[in-house]
T-cell receptor
């Protein structure tokens, strides 16, 4: 049973436009959510996180939105740049912290076209 | 600060053998977690160590084990290797304060033939 789902295996966006990556979860105990970016042959790199007490967190070009009632979160990248081409993973935790085992989605491959 | 370091980067083993992977966390991080990444299953949590004790464990068979040393370095061992153990094994460390994210190494790519 997949508790964190990223339903789009891939997404293609033009450079300069907004990229929106989506993630749904089923476990209502999840209270901390993260997005990671992964390039080939490298480990995932932490991008941005949000706790369940908030509905939005912003860091530069990256904004994460959380809709608890819909059990849905999204990552917005504005404007999209060629270096943003990577696989993006959504992850969730029910401990309020990142150390007790994150549950990951299967990733969305974002391709930024020039 | 140096990042999470994993050795070796690549390993090729034969079915039935055992393997040990090593991880050095970011300096000052006392929590070390291990994840397995495969194309079909994505990233799956193996276990987490804190202060030399296994604090949390995922749904993997007992062939997968680990340990953590007093300097927070960690090792992961897989015994009686199976073809399905071929994967990227990722180590991550955390400062273990509330809502602190995991920081990953570049992984060890294990191929079992």
């Amino acid at each position: 049973d997949q508790q964190v789902k990223q339903n789009s295996p891939s997404l293609s966006v033009q450079e300069g436009r907004i990229s929106i990556l989506n993630c749904d979860y089923t476990n209502s105990m999840f209270d901390y959510f993260l997005w990671y970016k992964k390039y080939p042959a490298e480990g995932p790199t932490f991008l941005i996180s949000i706790s369940s007490i908030k509905d939005k967190n912003e860091d530069g070009r990256f904004t994460v939105f959380l809709n608890k009632s819909a059990k849905h979160l999204s990552l917005h990248i504005v404007p999209s740049q060629p270096g943003d081409s990577a696989v993006y993973f959504c992850a969730a935790s029910d401990s309020g912290g990142g150390a007790d085992g994150l549950t990951f989605g299967k990733g969305t491959h974002l391709i930024i076209q020039p | 600060k140096a990042g999470v370091t994993q050795t070796p980067r690549y390993l090729i083993k034969t079915r039935g053998q055992q393997v040990t992977l090593s991880c050095s966390p970011i300096s000052g991080h006392r929590s070390v977690s291990w994840y397995q990444q495969t194309p079909g299953q994505g990233l799956q949590f193996l276990f987490e160590y804190f202060s030399e004790t296994q604090r949390n464990k995922g749904n993997f068979p007992g062939r997968f084990s680990g340990r953590q040393f007093s300097n927070s370095r960690s090792e992961m061992n897989v015994s009686t290797l199976e073809l399905g153990d071929s994967a990227l094994y990722l180590c991550a460390s955390s400062s273990d304060s509330r809502n602190s994210p995991l920081h990953f190494g570049n992984g060890t790519r294990l191929t079992v033939t």
